[in-house]
Protein backbone atom coordinates (compact mmCIF):
# COMPACT_ATOMS: atom_id res chain seq x y z
CA UNK A 1 0.00 0.00 0.00
CA UNK A 2 1.44 3.17 -1.17
CA UNK A 3 0.82 6.45 1.05
CA UNK A 4 -1.39 7.79 -0.93
CA UNK A 5 -3.68 5.28 -0.48
CA UNK A 6 -2.75 4.94 3.25
CA UNK A 7 -4.16 8.56 3.88
CA UNK A 8 -7.82 7.09 2.99
CA UNK A 9 -6.88 3.83 5.58
CA UNK A 10 -8.45 3.50 8.76
CA UNK A 11 -5.13 2.65 10.50
CA UNK A 12 -5.58 0.04 13.56
CA UNK A 13 -2.43 1.99 15.35
CA UNK A 14 -3.21 5.55 14.29
CA UNK A 15 -6.36 5.77 16.96
CA UNK A 16 -6.81 9.16 17.70
CA UNK A 17 -10.13 10.43 16.28
CA UNK A 18 -11.23 14.20 17.64
CA UNK A 19 -13.31 15.66 20.14
CA UNK A 20 -16.77 14.76 17.88
CA UNK A 21 -16.39 11.57 19.24
CA UNK A 22 -16.96 12.28 22.57
CA UNK A 23 -19.38 14.91 22.28
CA UNK A 24 -22.37 13.04 22.81
CA UNK A 25 -21.11 11.30 25.91
CA UNK A 26 -19.73 14.45 27.15
CA UNK A 27 -23.31 15.77 26.21
CA UNK A 28 -24.86 13.54 28.72
CA UNK A 29 -22.72 14.75 31.70
CA UNK A 30 -22.92 19.02 31.01
CA UNK A 31 -26.18 18.33 29.72
CA UNK A 32 -25.98 20.79 26.76
CA UNK A 33 -24.19 20.22 22.84
CA UNK A 34 -20.44 19.75 23.85
CA UNK A 35 -18.26 20.27 21.00
CA UNK A 36 -17.93 23.90 20.59
CA UNK A 37 -17.35 24.19 24.50
CA UNK A 38 -13.54 25.87 24.84
CA UNK A 39 -11.25 24.01 27.52
CA UNK A 40 -7.82 25.36 28.70
CA UNK A 41 -4.99 22.94 28.92
CA UNK A 42 -3.57 22.72 32.50
CA UNK A 43 -0.14 21.60 31.45
CA UNK A 44 0.48 23.89 28.43
CA UNK A 45 -2.72 26.92 28.65
CA UNK A 46 -3.37 26.27 25.15
CA UNK A 47 -7.02 26.99 24.59
CA UNK A 48 -9.28 24.68 21.99
CA UNK A 49 -13.47 23.59 21.83
CA UNK A 50 -13.79 20.22 22.88
CA UNK A 51 -14.19 19.50 19.10
CA UNK A 52 -10.49 20.03 18.17
CA UNK A 53 -9.05 17.57 20.87
CA UNK A 54 -7.45 14.27 20.35
CA UNK A 55 -9.48 11.72 21.64
CA UNK A 56 -7.68 8.07 21.80
CA UNK A 57 -10.68 5.02 21.38
CA UNK A 58 -8.67 2.18 21.98
CA UNK A 59 -7.70 1.45 25.54
CA UNK A 60 -10.20 0.86 28.14
CA UNK A 61 -11.93 4.21 28.27
CA UNK A 62 -11.82 7.21 26.04
CA UNK A 63 -9.06 9.30 26.26
CA UNK A 64 -9.13 13.24 25.48
CA UNK A 65 -5.68 14.66 25.09
CA UNK A 66 -4.80 18.49 24.35
CA UNK A 67 -3.78 18.98 20.73
CA UNK A 68 -0.76 21.05 21.49
CA UNK A 69 0.61 19.42 24.14
CA UNK A 70 -0.98 15.74 24.31
CA UNK A 71 -1.40 16.00 27.65
CA UNK A 72 -4.50 13.88 29.14
CA UNK A 73 -7.52 16.76 30.04
CA UNK A 74 -10.48 14.23 30.32
CA UNK A 75 -10.99 10.51 30.96
CA UNK A 76 -14.46 8.75 29.81
CA UNK A 77 -15.90 5.88 30.70
CA UNK A 78 -18.92 5.21 28.96
CA UNK A 79 -20.34 1.84 30.99
CA UNK A 80 -23.55 0.28 30.57
CA UNK A 81 -25.56 1.84 33.03
CA UNK A 82 -22.83 4.56 34.32
CA UNK A 83 -21.36 7.16 32.36
CA UNK A 84 -18.09 8.38 34.45
CA UNK A 85 -15.99 11.47 33.39
CA UNK A 86 -12.82 12.78 35.55
CA UNK A 87 -11.63 15.75 35.13
CA UNK A 88 -7.63 15.73 34.59
CA UNK A 89 -6.00 18.53 33.05
CA UNK A 90 -8.05 21.27 32.60
CA UNK A 91 -7.89 24.83 34.15
CA UNK A 92 -10.71 26.11 32.51
CA UNK A 93 -14.35 25.43 30.15
CA UNK A 94 -15.78 28.53 28.80
CA UNK A 95 -19.20 28.00 27.27
CA UNK A 96 -20.33 29.58 24.44
CA UNK B 1 -30.33 22.88 20.18
CA UNK B 2 -32.47 20.27 21.38
CA UNK B 3 -29.69 18.89 24.55
CA UNK B 4 -29.15 15.49 24.37
CA UNK B 5 -30.59 12.77 26.61
CA UNK B 6 -29.18 9.18 26.49
CA UNK B 7 -30.14 6.42 24.53
CA UNK B 8 -33.35 5.96 22.70
CA UNK B 9 -34.60 2.99 20.97
CA UNK B 10 -34.32 3.12 16.82
CA UNK B 11 -35.53 0.73 14.16
CA UNK B 12 -34.45 0.39 11.13
CA UNK B 13 -36.80 1.35 8.21
CA UNK B 14 -34.48 1.52 4.97
CA UNK B 15 -31.32 0.13 3.87
CA UNK B 16 -30.04 1.50 0.87
CA UNK B 17 -26.51 -0.19 -1.26
CA UNK B 18 -24.60 2.61 -1.73
CA UNK B 19 -21.37 0.71 -3.29
CA UNK B 20 -19.67 -3.07 -2.32
CA UNK B 21 -18.58 -1.58 0.51
CA UNK B 22 -21.18 0.93 1.69
CA UNK B 23 -24.58 0.91 3.10
CA UNK B 24 -26.80 3.88 3.67
CA UNK B 25 -29.67 3.11 6.89
CA UNK B 26 -32.30 5.10 7.08
CA UNK B 27 -34.05 5.18 10.61
CA UNK B 28 -37.40 5.75 12.85
CA UNK B 29 -36.06 7.14 16.25
CA UNK B 30 -38.22 7.76 19.38
CA UNK B 31 -39.01 11.28 19.54
CA UNK B 32 -36.76 12.40 16.89
CA UNK B 33 -37.07 16.08 16.86
CA UNK B 34 -34.33 16.73 14.36
CA UNK B 35 -30.86 17.30 13.59
CA UNK B 36 -28.58 20.10 11.84
CA UNK B 37 -26.42 19.02 8.75
CA UNK B 38 -22.93 17.57 9.44
CA UNK B 39 -24.25 16.60 13.40
CA UNK B 40 -23.59 12.92 13.97
CA UNK B 41 -25.15 10.19 16.01
CA UNK B 42 -24.16 7.19 18.82
CA UNK B 43 -25.02 4.04 17.64
CA UNK B 44 -25.37 1.18 20.33
CA UNK B 45 -25.92 -2.36 19.11
CA UNK B 46 -26.45 -5.25 21.85
CA UNK B 47 -25.65 -9.09 21.23
CA UNK B 48 -28.02 -11.61 22.53
CA UNK B 49 -25.25 -12.02 24.85
CA UNK B 50 -25.66 -8.43 26.41
CA UNK B 51 -22.79 -7.66 24.78
CA UNK B 52 -22.65 -4.24 23.78
CA UNK B 53 -20.96 -1.88 20.78
CA UNK B 54 -21.20 1.69 20.30
CA UNK B 55 -19.85 3.63 17.51
CA UNK B 56 -20.67 7.39 16.26
CA UNK B 57 -22.06 7.93 12.55
CA UNK B 58 -22.25 11.30 10.42
CA UNK B 59 -25.76 11.72 9.64
CA UNK B 60 -26.16 11.55 5.79
CA UNK B 61 -29.30 12.97 5.27
CA UNK B 62 -30.59 16.65 5.15
CA UNK B 63 -32.52 18.53 8.11
CA UNK B 64 -36.29 17.70 7.74
CA UNK B 65 -35.42 14.18 6.27
CA UNK B 66 -35.65 11.09 8.14
CA UNK B 67 -32.14 10.36 9.86
CA UNK B 68 -29.79 8.30 8.04
CA UNK B 69 -26.37 6.81 8.17
CA UNK B 70 -24.07 6.06 5.97
CA UNK B 71 -21.31 3.08 7.10
CA UNK B 72 -18.59 1.84 4.97
CA UNK B 73 -17.45 -1.71 6.01
CA UNK B 74 -14.07 -2.10 7.86
CA UNK B 75 -12.72 -5.76 7.38
CA UNK B 76 -11.70 -5.28 11.27
CA UNK B 77 -14.85 -3.93 12.58
CA UNK B 78 -17.64 -5.31 14.68
CA UNK B 79 -20.27 -2.73 13.58
CA UNK B 80 -19.76 -2.03 10.32
CA UNK B 81 -19.91 -5.40 8.81
CA UNK B 82 -23.28 -5.79 10.76
CA UNK B 83 -24.59 -2.72 9.75
CA UNK B 84 -23.19 -2.87 6.11
CA UNK B 85 -24.27 -6.44 5.43
CA UNK B 86 -27.14 -7.60 7.90
CA UNK B 87 -29.10 -4.61 9.33
CA UNK B 88 -32.42 -5.12 7.65
CA UNK B 89 -35.85 -3.34 7.94
CA UNK B 90 -37.16 -3.57 11.29
CA UNK B 91 -34.13 -4.63 13.14
CA UNK B 92 -33.68 -2.50 16.60
CA UNK B 93 -31.01 -0.72 17.39
CA UNK B 94 -30.37 2.38 20.19
CA UNK B 95 -29.55 5.93 19.00
CA UNK B 96 -27.97 8.36 20.85
CA UNK B 97 -27.86 12.44 20.12
CA UNK B 98 -28.27 14.42 17.38
CA UNK B 99 -24.47 15.50 18.68
CA UNK B 100 -22.54 17.98 17.96
CA UNK B 101 -22.43 21.93 17.34
CA UNK B 102 -18.73 22.65 15.92
CA UNK B 103 -19.15 20.38 12.46
CA UNK B 104 -22.07 21.87 11.15
CA UNK B 105 -23.79 23.79 9.02
CA UNK B 106 -26.95 26.15 8.78
CA UNK B 107 -28.89 28.17 7.26
CA UNK B 108 -27.75 32.19 7.78
CA UNK B 109 -24.61 32.24 6.54
CA UNK B 110 -24.50 32.48 2.63
CA UNK B 111 -20.76 32.18 2.57
CA UNK B 112 -19.89 29.52 -0.14
CA UNK B 113 -18.91 26.19 1.02
CA UNK B 114 -15.97 24.02 -0.08
CA UNK B 115 -16.47 20.65 1.09
CA UNK B 116 -13.39 18.10 1.29
CA UNK B 117 -14.14 14.38 1.78
CA UNK B 118 -12.14 11.09 2.30
CA UNK B 119 -13.78 7.68 2.03
CA UNK B 120 -16.94 7.47 4.12
CA UNK B 121 -16.21 11.14 5.19
CA UNK B 122 -18.57 11.97 2.38
CA UNK B 123 -21.65 11.03 4.62
CA UNK B 124 -21.91 14.58 6.42
CA UNK B 125 -21.03 16.27 3.54
CA UNK B 126 -24.77 14.97 1.49
CA UNK B 127 -26.61 16.45 4.72
CA UNK B 128 -24.71 19.88 3.89
CA UNK B 129 -25.21 20.02 0.24
CA UNK B 130 -28.78 18.74 0.41
CA UNK B 131 -29.05 21.36 3.24
CA UNK B 132 -27.23 24.22 1.63
CA UNK B 133 -29.35 23.99 -1.88
CA UNK B 134 -32.84 25.52 -1.02
CA UNK B 135 -30.44 28.85 0.04
CA UNK B 136 -28.90 29.38 -3.23
CA UNK B 137 -25.55 28.46 -1.04
CA UNK B 138 -22.46 27.71 -3.58
CA UNK B 139 -21.33 24.27 -3.06
CA UNK B 140 -18.12 22.22 -3.98
CA UNK B 141 -16.92 19.12 -3.03
CA UNK B 142 -13.85 17.46 -3.74
CA UNK B 143 -13.83 13.43 -2.80
CA UNK B 144 -11.41 11.16 -2.73
CA UNK B 145 -11.70 7.65 -2.78
CA UNK B 146 -10.11 4.86 -3.80
CA UNK B 147 -11.53 3.47 -6.88
CA UNK B 148 -14.63 4.44 -9.34
CA UNK B 149 -16.95 1.91 -7.77
CA UNK B 150 -16.07 2.97 -3.96
CA UNK B 151 -17.80 6.26 -4.47
CA UNK B 152 -20.51 6.69 -2.58
CA UNK B 153 -23.65 8.72 -3.55
CA UNK B 154 -22.37 8.59 -7.15
CA UNK B 155 -25.73 9.09 -9.06
CA UNK B 156 -26.60 11.93 -6.52
CA UNK B 157 -23.38 13.43 -7.01
CA UNK B 158 -23.27 13.40 -11.14
CA UNK B 159 -26.91 14.54 -10.96
CA UNK B 160 -27.81 18.17 -11.56
CA UNK B 161 -28.86 18.57 -8.26
CA UNK B 162 -25.97 17.77 -6.78
CA UNK B 163 -23.11 19.79 -5.89
CA UNK B 164 -19.80 20.93 -8.10
CA UNK B 165 -18.04 17.71 -7.95
CA UNK B 166 -14.39 17.08 -8.75
CA UNK B 167 -13.50 13.11 -7.40
CA UNK B 168 -10.25 11.90 -6.85
CA UNK B 169 -9.14 8.10 -7.10
CA UNK B 170 -6.40 7.17 -5.60
CA UNK B 171 -6.26 3.80 -6.91
CA UNK B 172 -7.08 3.12 -10.50
CA UNK B 173 -7.22 5.74 -13.19
CA UNK B 174 -10.60 6.28 -14.84
CA UNK B 175 -12.08 8.72 -17.20
CA UNK B 176 -14.43 11.92 -15.95
CA UNK B 177 -12.03 11.52 -12.18
CA UNK B 178 -8.79 12.75 -11.20
CA UNK B 179 -6.22 10.45 -10.50
CA UNK B 180 -3.74 10.95 -7.80
CA UNK B 181 -3.85 12.33 -4.14
CA UNK B 182 -5.31 15.62 -3.79
CA UNK B 183 -2.13 17.98 -4.03
CA UNK B 184 -1.85 20.96 -1.94
CA UNK B 185 -1.89 23.13 -4.91
CA UNK B 186 -4.92 21.44 -5.85
CA UNK B 187 -6.69 22.68 -2.53
CA UNK B 188 -5.26 25.94 -2.65
CA UNK B 189 -6.52 26.18 -5.85
CA UNK B 190 -10.37 25.48 -4.21
CA UNK B 191 -9.76 28.36 -2.31
CA UNK B 192 -9.92 30.65 -5.03
CA UNK B 193 -12.93 31.40 -7.74
CA UNK B 194 -11.78 32.76 -11.27
CA UNK B 195 -8.47 33.41 -9.82
CA UNK B 196 -9.83 35.47 -7.13
CA UNK B 197 -9.45 34.59 -3.44
CA UNK B 198 -12.78 33.90 -1.97
CA UNK B 199 -12.66 35.84 1.53
CA UNK B 200 -15.49 33.88 3.06
CA UNK B 201 -15.25 30.60 1.97
CA UNK B 202 -16.46 28.02 4.65
CA UNK B 203 -14.41 24.99 4.54
CA UNK B 204 -15.31 21.12 5.77
CA UNK B 205 -13.18 18.46 5.80
CA UNK B 206 -13.94 15.18 6.96
CA UNK B 207 -12.93 11.25 6.38
CA UNK B 208 -9.68 9.65 8.38
CA UNK B 209 -7.49 11.14 10.61
CA UNK B 210 -4.62 11.15 8.32
CA UNK B 211 -6.63 12.23 5.26
CA UNK B 212 -7.88 15.39 7.90
CA UNK B 213 -4.91 15.97 9.13
CA UNK B 214 -2.90 16.32 5.64
CA UNK B 215 -5.66 18.30 4.45
CA UNK B 216 -6.14 20.36 7.19
CA UNK B 217 -2.73 21.24 7.19
CA UNK B 218 -2.38 21.95 2.98
CA UNK B 219 -5.67 24.40 3.75
CA UNK B 220 -4.13 26.41 6.25
CA UNK B 221 -0.71 26.37 4.43
CA UNK B 222 -2.16 28.02 1.38
CA UNK B 223 -3.81 30.92 3.35
CA UNK B 224 -7.18 29.73 5.13
CA UNK B 225 -8.26 31.22 8.12
CA UNK B 226 -8.36 28.01 10.80
CA UNK B 227 -11.66 29.68 12.17
CA UNK B 228 -13.07 29.33 8.48
CA UNK B 229 -12.27 25.50 8.71
CA UNK B 230 -14.20 22.46 10.18
CA UNK B 231 -12.79 19.73 10.38
CA UNK B 232 -13.67 15.95 11.25
CA UNK B 233 -11.69 12.76 11.72
CA UNK B 234 -12.69 9.53 12.23
CA UNK B 235 -10.48 6.41 12.98
CA UNK B 236 -11.32 2.64 14.40
CA UNK B 237 -14.73 3.48 15.45
CA UNK B 238 -14.05 2.45 18.96
CA UNK B 239 -12.14 -0.08 21.55
CA UNK B 240 -10.95 -2.65 20.57
CA UNK C 1 -32.65 -4.12 24.01
CA UNK C 2 -31.10 -6.74 21.34
CA UNK C 3 -30.32 -6.47 17.84
CA UNK C 4 -31.22 -9.16 15.75
CA UNK C 5 -28.32 -10.33 13.57
CA UNK C 6 -25.85 -8.78 15.97
CA UNK C 7 -23.11 -10.87 17.36
CA UNK C 8 -20.00 -8.71 18.14
CA UNK C 9 -16.64 -9.56 17.13
CA UNK C 10 -17.44 -13.33 14.87
CA UNK C 11 -14.68 -15.00 16.33
CA UNK C 12 -16.27 -14.97 20.51
CA UNK C 13 -15.67 -18.23 22.07
CA UNK C 14 -16.91 -19.74 25.20
CA UNK C 15 -15.19 -21.74 27.63
CA UNK C 16 -11.66 -21.32 27.29
CA UNK C 17 -11.55 -17.47 27.76
CA UNK C 18 -13.06 -15.46 30.51
CA UNK C 19 -16.61 -14.53 29.84
CA UNK C 20 -16.83 -11.94 27.27
CA UNK C 21 -13.90 -12.44 25.55
CA UNK C 22 -13.33 -12.82 22.06
CA UNK C 23 -9.84 -14.34 20.89
CA UNK C 24 -7.87 -12.38 18.59
CA UNK C 25 -4.44 -13.83 16.75
CA UNK C 26 -3.03 -10.24 15.84
CA UNK C 27 -1.49 -8.43 18.97
CA UNK C 28 -4.12 -4.74 19.15
CA UNK C 29 -2.43 -1.59 19.88
CA UNK C 30 -4.05 -0.56 22.77
CA UNK C 31 -2.97 3.15 23.36
CA UNK C 32 -4.18 6.30 25.15
CA UNK C 33 -1.61 8.03 23.15
CA UNK C 34 1.51 8.88 24.42
CA UNK C 35 3.81 5.59 22.87
CA UNK C 36 6.98 6.08 24.89
CA UNK C 37 10.29 5.88 22.84
CA UNK C 38 12.77 4.62 24.98
CA UNK C 39 16.29 3.01 24.45
CA UNK C 40 17.20 0.09 26.34
CA UNK C 41 20.12 2.07 27.72
CA UNK C 42 18.22 4.93 29.16
CA UNK C 43 15.18 2.73 30.77
CA UNK C 44 15.62 2.01 34.42
CA UNK C 45 13.18 0.66 37.38
CA UNK C 46 12.87 1.90 40.71
CA UNK C 47 11.33 0.34 43.45
CA UNK C 48 10.63 1.92 46.52
CA UNK C 49 8.99 1.37 49.84
CA UNK C 50 8.92 4.95 50.31
CA UNK C 51 11.39 5.42 52.63
CA UNK C 52 14.67 3.25 50.42
CA UNK C 53 14.68 2.37 47.01
CA UNK C 54 16.05 0.28 44.57
CA UNK C 55 17.37 1.01 40.96
CA UNK C 56 17.56 -1.66 38.39
CA UNK C 57 18.93 -0.91 34.56
CA UNK C 58 18.76 -3.14 32.06
CA UNK C 59 21.65 -5.42 33.17
CA UNK C 60 20.93 -5.11 36.91
CA UNK C 61 17.46 -6.59 36.11
CA UNK C 62 18.88 -9.54 34.21
CA UNK C 63 21.25 -10.68 36.67
CA UNK C 64 18.42 -11.42 38.69
CA UNK C 65 17.33 -14.13 36.19
CA UNK C 66 15.26 -13.77 33.32
CA UNK C 67 12.05 -16.60 32.55
CA UNK C 68 10.45 -17.62 29.76
CA UNK C 69 6.61 -17.29 30.21
CA UNK C 70 3.60 -18.52 27.31
CA UNK C 71 0.36 -17.44 28.71
CA UNK C 72 -2.87 -15.71 27.71
CA UNK C 73 -3.39 -12.32 27.87
CA UNK C 74 -7.15 -10.43 28.50
CA UNK C 75 -7.81 -6.89 27.78
CA UNK C 76 -10.53 -5.31 29.02
CA UNK C 77 -11.71 -4.32 25.42
CA UNK C 78 -12.85 -7.96 25.18
CA UNK C 79 -9.92 -9.25 23.24
CA UNK C 80 -7.77 -12.18 24.55
CA UNK C 81 -4.96 -13.44 22.73
CA UNK C 82 -3.80 -17.31 23.48
CA UNK C 83 -0.63 -18.63 24.28
CA UNK C 84 1.55 -15.69 23.69
CA UNK C 85 5.36 -15.87 25.35
CA UNK C 86 7.19 -13.51 26.82
CA UNK C 87 10.71 -13.51 28.04
CA UNK C 88 11.49 -11.71 31.81
CA UNK C 89 12.39 -11.19 35.47
CA UNK C 90 9.54 -12.79 37.95
CA UNK C 91 8.36 -9.77 39.70
CA UNK C 92 8.94 -11.87 42.99
CA UNK C 93 12.74 -11.67 42.82
CA UNK C 94 12.92 -8.23 42.15
CA UNK C 95 10.72 -7.49 44.77
CA UNK C 96 12.75 -9.90 47.44
CA UNK C 97 16.05 -8.54 45.65
CA UNK C 98 14.70 -4.78 47.16
CA UNK C 99 13.68 -6.60 50.00
CA UNK C 100 10.29 -4.69 49.88
CA UNK C 101 7.97 -7.87 49.40
CA UNK C 102 6.05 -7.52 52.87
CA UNK C 103 3.91 -4.77 51.97
CA UNK C 104 0.09 -5.53 50.64
CA UNK C 105 -0.13 -3.03 47.61
CA UNK C 106 1.77 -2.41 44.98
CA UNK C 107 1.59 0.99 42.62
CA UNK C 108 3.13 0.52 39.23
CA UNK C 109 4.33 3.38 37.12
CA UNK C 110 4.92 4.49 33.54
CA UNK C 111 7.32 6.88 31.55
CA UNK C 112 4.89 8.73 30.30
CA UNK C 113 3.07 9.22 33.71
CA UNK C 114 0.66 6.29 33.13
CA UNK C 115 -0.57 4.12 36.86
CA UNK C 116 -2.16 0.79 38.03
CA UNK C 117 -2.32 -0.33 41.58
CA UNK C 118 -1.56 -4.43 42.35
CA UNK C 119 -1.94 -6.56 44.65
CA UNK C 120 1.47 -7.35 45.81
CA UNK C 121 0.51 -10.94 46.23
CA UNK C 122 -0.93 -10.33 42.70
CA UNK C 123 2.58 -9.57 41.95
CA UNK C 124 4.65 -12.45 43.93
CA UNK C 125 2.42 -15.22 44.07
CA UNK C 126 1.18 -15.62 40.30
CA UNK C 127 3.06 -15.41 37.01
CA UNK C 128 3.57 -11.71 37.10
CA UNK C 129 7.05 -10.81 35.38
CA UNK C 130 8.72 -7.71 34.51
CA UNK C 131 8.96 -8.37 30.47
CA UNK C 132 11.86 -7.87 28.48
CA UNK C 133 11.16 -10.01 25.54
CA UNK C 134 7.97 -10.80 23.61
CA UNK C 135 8.10 -13.56 21.14
CA UNK C 136 11.95 -14.10 21.25
CA UNK C 137 12.37 -10.51 20.14
CA UNK C 138 12.67 -7.07 22.09
CA UNK C 139 9.22 -5.68 23.12
CA UNK C 140 7.70 -3.25 20.63
CA UNK C 141 7.29 0.52 21.77
CA UNK C 142 3.78 0.58 20.92
CA UNK C 143 3.66 -2.74 23.43
CA UNK C 144 5.32 -1.10 25.88
CA UNK C 145 9.20 -2.34 25.13
CA UNK C 146 12.01 -1.90 26.22
CA UNK C 147 10.36 -3.32 29.98
CA UNK C 148 7.03 -3.63 30.24
CA UNK C 149 5.06 -5.14 33.71
CA UNK C 150 2.91 -8.32 32.78
CA UNK C 151 0.23 -9.61 35.12
CA UNK C 152 -1.30 -12.09 32.97
CA UNK C 153 -3.95 -13.32 35.26
CA UNK C 154 -5.61 -9.77 35.21
CA UNK C 155 -6.85 -7.52 32.97
CA UNK C 156 -4.26 -6.23 30.38
CA UNK C 157 -4.69 -2.48 31.79
CA UNK C 158 -2.92 -3.42 34.99
CA UNK C 159 0.42 -4.94 32.90
CA UNK C 160 2.18 -1.70 32.71
CA UNK C 161 3.76 -0.15 29.50
CA UNK C 162 6.95 1.48 29.57
CA UNK C 163 7.94 0.22 33.54
CA UNK C 164 9.46 2.95 35.41
CA UNK C 165 8.42 2.48 38.97
CA UNK C 166 7.03 -0.55 41.59
CA UNK C 167 6.16 1.40 44.66
CA UNK C 168 5.09 -1.02 47.66
CA UNK C 169 2.43 0.73 50.57
CA UNK C 170 0.95 -0.19 53.04
CA UNK C 171 -2.75 1.46 51.81
CA UNK C 172 -4.08 0.75 48.40
CA UNK C 173 -3.70 4.13 45.97
CA UNK C 174 -5.86 3.70 42.64
CA UNK C 175 -4.08 4.17 39.36
CA UNK C 176 -5.05 6.18 36.16
CA UNK C 177 -7.90 3.71 34.72
CA UNK C 178 -9.05 2.22 38.24
CA UNK C 179 -9.43 6.39 39.48
CA UNK C 180 -11.48 6.90 36.69
CA UNK C 181 -14.51 3.42 37.29
CA UNK C 182 -12.25 0.51 36.31
CA UNK C 183 -12.19 -2.12 38.88
CA UNK C 184 -9.72 -2.02 41.62
CA UNK C 185 -8.10 -5.71 41.04
CA UNK C 186 -9.60 -6.81 37.45
CA UNK C 187 -9.65 -10.48 37.27
CA UNK C 188 -11.00 -11.45 33.83
CA UNK C 189 -12.45 -14.60 34.86
CA UNK C 190 -14.95 -13.08 37.16
CA UNK C 191 -14.86 -10.34 34.76
CA UNK C 192 -14.09 -7.67 37.62
CA UNK C 193 -14.42 -4.68 34.25
CA UNK C 194 -15.40 -1.29 36.10
CA UNK C 195 -15.49 -0.78 39.66
CA UNK C 196 -18.40 -2.67 41.52
CA UNK C 197 -18.30 -5.48 38.86
Known amino acids: MNAEEDLLSVHPEDVHVDGNAIAGAMSLVLGREATMIVLQCAECGDRHRVAETRVYLRCP ?10 ACEVLLVDRPHRLQLTLMSIRLMELP | ?49 GYQATRSFSLSSAPGEAPQITVERLDDGEVSPYLVDIATDGDALEVRGPVGGYFVWQPGDDAPLLLVAGGSGIAPMRAIWRAARPHGTPVRLVYSARTADRVIFADELRSPDGPETTVHLTRERAAGFEYGRLRADQLSALLSSGGVR ?25 GLDADLLRTERFGVGGPK | MVTRGFTGRPQRTEGAVPPGQYVTSDFPVLTAGGTQQLPTRAWELVVTDGTTERTYAWASLHDLGVVDLTTDIHCVTHWSKLGTTWQGVPVAAVLEDAGMADEPYALATSYGGYTTNVLVEDLVDHDA ?47 FWENAGYHHRGDPFLEQRYYGD
Open chain 3, 129 to 175: IVAVGYEGGPIPAEHGGPVRLLVPHLYLWKSAKWLRGIRVMPEDELG
Open chain 2, 1 to 49: MRPVHGWRPATIVGTARETASANSIRLAVADWAGHVAGQHIDVRLTADD
Open chain 2, 198 to 222: EPRLLVYVCGPTAFVEDAARELTDA
Open chain 1, 61 to 70: GMVVRCPACS
